[in-house]
Each structure stands twice: as C-alpha cells, then as structure tokens.
T-cell receptor, first 112, second 114 residues
C-alpha cells in the first residue's frame, strides 16, 4: 500500500474555504485517491475520489497534482458540521480487494 | 432507506470471553468489511466478505473470525478476548465488492474488555 502523509490537525474559520493536503509520493499509476471523513462518534463516510484529473461533487473538490504525488481536498465553505478527521487513502484498482488502509488522518477543527 | 446497522451498540466483556458482533448491510449490497478502530488511530481492516466468500483478511490473529449469511448480513467473532481487543468495531458495505466503490460504514460497536 502507498504511504500517505497528512498534517495531524488543522483549524479553519466557519464559512471559509479549507484546503486539506495529502502527500502520497509512492502511489502507483493505477491507484485511485480516496478521501473519507469520520465525524465524532460516527463511522467514516466517503467524501470523494479521483485518479488524475480534478474532481468535484456536492461535498468537496479534489485537486490532484500533475505528478500525482500529492492531492488536496477542498471544502469550499466550511461549516461546523465539517469538523471531523479526514483520511486520504490510495486504493489499488483490482477486483476483490476492498481494503481501505487508513492512516491517522487530519483532525479538522472549525472555529465559529 | 436504512443505512448499515450494527448490534449491539456497546458491549462489556472480561478477558478470555468470546464475543459476536453483528452487521446488516444496506439493502442490495453484497460485500461486507470489518474494521477495528483503537482510540486515537484510524480503522484497521480485519475482513472482507463478498457473496459469502472471504475476499480479504488483515493482519489479525486467528482468534478473529467472520462469516456472511445468505441475506448478506455478517458476524464477527472474537475468541479469548484480550484487553487490547477493546476498540470500536466498524462494519462497512458496498454494492459490488470492487475496491474503487464507495463503502458505507455503520456506527460501530464499542467493545470494552475488562
């Protein structure tokens, strides 16, 4: 599994954009980059995933570096509900292996 | 539609005992995975089952076992409990078992071993 490096914690003001970085320099060419988050006292939930190009969905945007060695999860307008631990997870694409390898993630605190 | 459900919510056991945790996937999902989350760490993969067959196993001792039933629900069994087995046990389901699919997690079962 590719190794990831994320800041242990970050803070952001409510209603401002948040950029959560992830380094995954050992990622292979076919690994997708997935992001999950875990709100307090809940199981993780899927946020977004991508391979090479930038991706957008209703929750967030994912910006992937051209060399794919890093990516950034962007929350366009943080709310208090976005306070969570965010995990960046490279995933090998092949059938039958659904294992998610979680690191320690980034704990995001939103300041009202 | 109901999400992934797990039972019980909380459980207290003593060392050496056995425990069974249960998981019901989202309707229509055929793949179930189990994770262990120790306080302060990210979840660690234990098992994946798809169509009642084991598809993956993490680095856990043989005291941990699981199975999936014809209705795709699943049980995780842990024998000879140790203090270090105290953790949040998470179940996740997905539709096809293919690894790039989104996984849906339940709220977890909090196991405390005394």
């Amino acid at each position: 599994d590719a190794k990831t490096t994320q800041p242990n914690s970050m803070e952001s003001n409510e209603e401002e954009p948040v950029h959560l970085p992830c380094n995954h320099s050992t990622i292979s060419g076919t690994d997708y980059i997935h992001w999950y988050r875990q709100l307090p006292s809940q199981g993780p939930e899927y946020v977004i995933h991508g391979l090479t190009s930038n991706v957008n969905n209703r929750m967030a945007s994912l910006a992937i570096a051209e060399d794919r060695k890093s990516s950034t999860l962007i929350l366009h307008r943080a709310t208090l509900r976005d306070a969570a631990v965010y995990y960046c997870i490279p995933r090998v694409r092949h059938f039958g292996n659904e294992k998610l390898t979680f690191g320690t993630g980034t704990r995001l605190t939103i300041i009202p | 539609d109901a999400g992934v459900t797990q039972s019980p919510t909380h459980l207290i056991k003593t060392r050496g005992q056995h425990v069974t945790l249960r998981c019901s996937p989202i309707s229509g999902h055929k793949s179930v995975s189990w994770y262990q989350q120790v306080l302060g760490q990210g979840p660690q993969f234990i098992f994946q089952y798809y169509e009642k067959e084991e598809r993956g196993r993490g680095n856990f001792p043989d005291r941990f076992s699981a199975r999936q039933f014809p209705n795709y629900s699943s049980e995780l069994n842990v024998n000879a409990l140790l203090l270090g087995d105290s953790a949040l046990y998470l179940c996740a389901s997905s539709s096809t078992g293919e690894n790039y699919n989104e996984q849906f997690f339940g709220p977890g079962t909090r196991l405390t071993v005394l």
